[in-house]
């Protein structure tokens, strides 16, 4: 069964720090999502993503972060300089027939 | 404003016992409601989804959950509980338009005794 992954599943870094976190979609799908979670709290959203463009952000979702498709299959999260509150877990989701799939996360830990 | 309520944080229940977790919802547009189950250090993985239809859903590991629009409810249950489905449980709603947000709850712990 096609599933959605990302790489890596748990990132270190610094504060102030650029990190791009990635995520692989299933193939057919169109729509694109970035959730995260927080360590003991709910699954957030920061934004949906389709055909090369943002359709909907969060407020959690400022200058600091930005997603891009740079290729055919992946789809990224950047987060320009982190923060120690950045320090959660990242899910990306894609969707089709309103249904969103979601990945296995990636743990980010911001130090 | 839009909003999902899980009410109970944290619930016990005993193997072989039936289960309820309750959802209440706020959503301007018609809702598609979902439950996920993530245990620790996982992922969500989808239990069951409502979009229309037979009020009355179907999903896998013997769930099902029902929508009851005049209560803005959507319960999970399952009738006989295994060790196995300790982990946490959320709701979620969202919109038949594609790039809409899902909205979770806060969740529910779900703890199995022996």
């Known amino acids: 069964e096609p599933e959605v992954t990302q790489t890596p599943s748990h990132q270190v870094t610094q504060m102030g720090q650029e990190v791009i976190l990635r995520c692989v979609p299933i193939?057919?799908?169109?729509?694109f999502y970035w959730y995260r979670q927080i360590l003991g709290q709910k699954v957030e959203f920061l934004v949906s993503?389709?055909?090369?463009?943002?359709?909907?952000k969060s407020e959690i979702f400022d200058d600091q972060f930005s997603v891009e498709r740079p290729d055919g299959s992946n789809f990224t999260l950047k987060i320009r300089s982190t923060k120690l509150e950045d320090s959660a877990m990242y899910f990306c989701?894609?969707?089709?027939?309103?249904?969103?799939?979601f990945g296995p996360g990636t743990r980010l830990t911001v130090t | 404003a839009q909003s999902v309520t899980q009410p109970d944080i944290h619930i016990t229940v005993s193997e072989g016992a039936s289960l309820e977790l309750r959802c209440n919802y706020s959503?301007?547009?018609?809702?598609?409601l979902f439950w996920y189950v993530q245990s620790p250090g996982q992922g969500l993985q989808l239990l069951l989804k409502?979009?229309?239809?037979?009020?009355l859903v179907q999903g896998i590991k013997g769930f099902e959950a029902e929508f009851k629009r005049s209560q803005s409810s959507f319960n999970l249950r399952k009738p006989s509980v295994h060790w196995s489905d300790a982990a946490e449980y959320f709701c979620?709603?969202?919109?038949?338009?594609?790039?809409?947000?899902?909205?979770f709850g806060k969740g529910t712990t779900l703890s199995v005794s022996s």
């Open positions: 989701a894609s969707r089709v027939e309103g249904e969103q799939y």
């Open positions: 193939s057919n799908h169109l729509y």
């Open positions: 993503f389709y055909n090369n463009e943002i359709s909907e």
């Open positions: 959503y301007g547009a018609t809702p598609y």
């Open positions: 409502y979009f229309s239809g037979d009020t």
């Open positions: 979620a709603v969202g919109a038949k338009q594609a790039g809409t947000a899902l909205i």
